[in-house]
């Protein structure tokens, strides 16, 4: 398999690690109870697309949502990283669409089985262009972001409603794992998700660091 290149940095991508419902409101229109501690699940590299292409439908799917997040680039590697050192471990940041396959992640829940499959379908982590990253903390609890479909706002989120937040998110990682150079980490998304349709146009941005745009076709 080819490699991966993080698009804004001499990097390729390495392991993706994802966090989900890291927004109260989220979880709660999923009905899903407020975590703890974060809830991490992983995508394959080979799940990775960019801006302009095409998130492809796939056919074992009958309903594919969409989940915009703020995506973190990991500069250096790392493990046991404390939160206070976490922003250290930052070297660019980004916008990116994590999809679901919500039909089959509903099913596996149902049999408690693992639903990695509803989440690593080609095509079903999409990245931005990434911004560097200045090593300013107090912005890593404020940053905007939003997604529209079709020219209607579908998710507005900031990173100051995260329940667990960008250092704590290293920190815990880096407990498990460890972090090295190209990993990704997506971090949760806001309310709002929805299924998609083939021919929707779909437009992310973070800040005014960078937009990521795709269509969606059928398998």
Known sequence: ???KKIPGTNLIAQNIFCIGRNYAEHAKELN????????????????????????IIPSQSKRVDHEVEIVLVIGKDGKNISEADAY???SHIGVGLDFTARDLQDKAKEKSLPW???????????????????????????????L????????????KNMLFSIPAIIAFLSTIYTLSEG??????TPEGIAPL?????MTAQIEDWATLSLGVVSA
Not at 116 to 137: R, W
Not at 183 to 188: S, Y
């Open 197 to 201: 349709n083939a021919g929707d146009k």
């Open 88 to 90: 250290k471990y930052i």
């Open 116 to 146: 990695s499959i509803a989440k690593g379908f080609d095509t079903f982590a999409a990245i931005s262009h990434f911004h560097p990253y200045d090593g300013n903390l107090e912005k890593l609890s404020n940053i905007s972001f939003n």
């Open 1 to 3: 398999m080819a490699q």
């Open 183 to 188: 990993d990704l980490i997506f971090t949760g």
């Open 32 to 55: 899903n109870p407020i975590p703890t501690s974060p809830v991490v699940f992983i995508k394959p590299t080979s799940s990775i697309i960019y801006d302009k292409e095409n998130l």
């Open 148 to 159: 529209t479909v079709n020219n209607e706002v579908r998710q507005r989120g900031n990173s």
